[in-house]
């Protein structure tokens, strides 16, 4: 029989909360496969809610597999499948390789600590306020909620951009913006432009393991320049100019990951003057700009978009689910770009390139990234004490954003550590996956929003115990 307590005055919609019921007394086996519920109009009437509610909550259930409707006859009890297994899933034995790190990251299996990702937890991002925003977006009547929205991108929110970019010292109008899904997008949509199979594309050594693989599906020949704390070091990227002649070269000027170093003025300057004799482009990837609570030096700031293509992101401050990102550029490419982005997914989302706008330009953004900038800090002198407890050294003590370069005594290559550590639910990001070439590393990113867990201290602390 079944049995409802709905409140009017929760905040819960009514419908969630007959929906919620309903599906607990499944699950709880207080209702029973092929039992009847009580007609739509006999329930509005008990419960007091009208018929268009409880119509909802039913077609609900039947979407998610807890209901059938019977045509003349109402609705029933589906045949429940039996539970899926609450064990962690074997994780096979296979090589650790990009593609391999990004299934664990994004694997989102109960109780896996993702001790090096590379985006902080959704308990730490401003939940409420996209809620918020979302409600008052969906009443305004011209929110795109269907179009397809415009080839470069909702206007609006590259005028924002032009003012944010400003405090840079970017000189960025809108129509040298262009709007993508994230900063994934921008970096594709960049590389497919300019890169040809058999083309040679400079990367930092270690670097941005993801795009990586990208190139690598384009056919690039990758060619990885030494990171130093500064930088790229600009001598031995002079002296691989010598013997190559590449068309890019793509790079971290902010909070590089996965060491968290920036780039200073010097190496970029000298950086910018071998990039003019040599004649190559540079994309500068700034995806974690708004987690640095300083200014600092940027490639496109000292080169005004010249030959600098610069690629910014919201997925590391606001959601990952949005994929709001950005590509700045000199008007030839970006008008090439745009054509590019056409080409391939027709458009962007003007919906949500209008939340992210609105969470922009109502003043709530800057004081949340304030708050959570401050947050970060904490867990990062956490992560160094835990550190140090484990005697790894740190590359460099970072000053924002989330990543910690460290590496592992006693080791030259941290991959079997990872595999290991998947085994016991603990993703780990090995040095090697950074390097263009995947050789072996003695390094392992961490994030500090993940890492003041005990199991990674305990898990490490009994590794290097053996060692």
């Given at each position: ?5 709905i ?13 919620d ?24 009437q ?9 119509v ?22 589906a ?34 600590l ?15 306020g ?32 032009q ?18 899904h994230?900063?994934t997008q ?15 594309v ?29 930088g ?37 300057f ?19 700009a ?12 000292l ?10 992101s ?5 959601s ?24 391939t ?6 919906f ?48 924002g ?5 460290a ?14 550590a ?22 392992i ?12 201290e ?5 590794q290097?115990?053996?060692m």
């Open positions: 029989m079944l049995q409802l307590s409140d009017p005055d929760q905040s819960t919609p009514l419908v969630e909360q007959i929906v019921a309903i599906r607990h007394q499944v699950d709880d086996r207080i209702l029973r496969p092929g039992m009847r519920l009580p007609p739509i109009r006999r329930l509005a008990m419960q007091q809610v009208s018929r268009f509610t409880v909802e909550a039913y077609d609900r259930l039947v979407a998610m597999g807890y209901l059938h409707s019977r045509r003349g006859s109402g609705f029933y009890v045949p429940r499948a039996a539970a899926p297994s609450e064990k962690r899933p074997v994780v096979p034995d296979r090589a650790v390789d990009v593609a391999w790190l990004m299934r664990q990251a994004l694997d989102d299996a109960p109780g896996i993702k001790a090096s990702a590379g985006w902080l937890p959704s308990i730490w991002l401003d939940q409420e996209l809620r918020r925003h979302l409600r008052a977006l969906g009443r305004r009547a011209d929110a795109r909620v269907t179009g397809y929205g415009t080839a470069q991108g909702y206007l609006p929110l590259r005028q924002q951009l003012i944010r970019l400003a405090e840079f010292g970017i000189g960025a109008p809108p129509e040298q913006i262009v709007l993508t994230g900063a921008a970096l594709d949509t960049v590389a497919r432009h300019l890169i040809k199979p058999g083309d040679t400079f990367v930092d050594d270690p670097g941005y393991f993801n795009f990586f693989g990208n190139l690598r599906l384009l056919g690039a020949k990758l060619v990885g320049v030494p990171r130093n704390a500064d790229p070091d600009t001598e031995a990227l002079e002296a691989l100019l010598v013997d190559h002649k590449p068309r890019v070269f793509f790079t971290h000027s902010v909070l590089h990951n996965p060491t968290g170093a920036n780039l200073s003025p010097p190496n970029a000298r950086l910018l003057q071998l990039a003019a004799k040599h004649d190559f482009l540079v994309i500068e990837d700034d995806t974690y708004d987690l640095h609570p300083r200014a600092t030096t940027r490639l496109a700031n080169d005004q978009l010249d030959r600098v293509i610069y690629v910014g919201f997925s590391k401050t606001l990952g689910s949005l994929r709001v990102g950005f590509i700045a550029a000199r008007p030839d490419l970006a008008a090439e770009f745009t054509d590019v982005k056409t080409l997914c027709v458009s962007s989302s003007e949500n390139e209008q939340l992210v706008y609105q969470m922009l330009t109502d003043g709530h953004y800057r004081k949340y990234v304030e708050r959570l900038q401050g947050r970060i800090q904490q867990a990062t002198a956490r992560t160094l004490r835990m550190l140090d407890r484990l005697d790894m050294a740190v590359y460099h003590e970072p000053r954003g989330i990543f910690v370069w590496r592992a005594p006693a080791l030259e290559d941290t991959a079997p550590l990872a595999t290991r998947a085994h016991v639910g603990i993703m780990l990001a090995p040095g090697k996956v950074f390097r263009p070439q995947m050789q072996a590393s003695p390094w990113r961490f994030n500090v929003a993940f890492s003041d867990d005990p199991r990674l305990r898990f490490l602390g009994e290097f115990s053996t």
